[in-house]
Nanobody, 120 residues
Framework: QVQLVESGGGLVQPGGSLRLSCAASGSIFNIYTMGWYRQAPGKQRELVAI???????SYADSVKGRFTISGDNAKNTVYLQMNSLKPEDTAVYYCEARISSWYEGTNDYWGQGTQVTVSS
C-alpha cells in the first residue's frame, strides 16, 4: 500500500525558513508528480508547488522566488524549501503524489498534512 509521510512543519517568525519533506513508500513502480498544497482556515486548498518526473517544477505566483521544490528519485522523496516566510503562508501543508504501484494501479495519494505557522 502506497503511503506519503510528511515532516518539517512548525512555528517560525516572519522572514524565517522551513523545509518540508514528503516520503513515498510502498510498492511503487513510477512517480509521475509530487506536489505541495496548502489550506488555511476558511480557505480552499490551493496548489503551492509541483514537480513532474522529479525534474520539471511549477509554482503558485504567491510563492515564486521564495519557495523551492525538489525531489530525490532514489528516496522517493520531495522537499519544499520555504524562505522569506510571511504570515499569509500559515496553513496546513499537504503532500500529494500521482503514483503507479504494482498492486494498486495509478492513483493520487495524499499525506496527512503538516502545520506551518508564521507568526512573531
Amino acid at each position: 500500500q502506497v503511503q506519503l509521510v510528511e515532516s518539517g512543519g512548525g512555528l517560525v517568525q516572519p522572514g524565517g525558513s522551513l523545509r518540508l519533506s514528503c516520503a513515498a513508500s510502498g510498492s511503487i513502480f513510477n512517480i509521475y508528480t509530487m506536489g505541495w498544497y496548502r489550506q488555511a482556515p476558511g480557505k480552499q486548498r490551493e496548489l503551492v508547488a509541483i514537480i513532474t518526473s522529479m525534474i520539471t517544477t511549477s509554482y503558485a505566483d504567491s510563492v515564486k522566488g521564495r519557495f523551492t521544490i525538489s525531489g530525490d528519485n532514489a528516496k522517493n522523496t520531495v522537499y519544499l524549501q520555504m524562505n522569506s516566510l510571511k504570515p499569509e503562508d500559515t496553513a496546513v501543508y499537504y503532500c500529494e503524489a500521482r503514483i503507479s504501484s504494482w498492486y494498486e494501479g495509478t492513483n493520487d495519494y495524499w499525506g496527512q498534512g503538516t502545520q506551518v505557522t508564521v507568526s512573531s
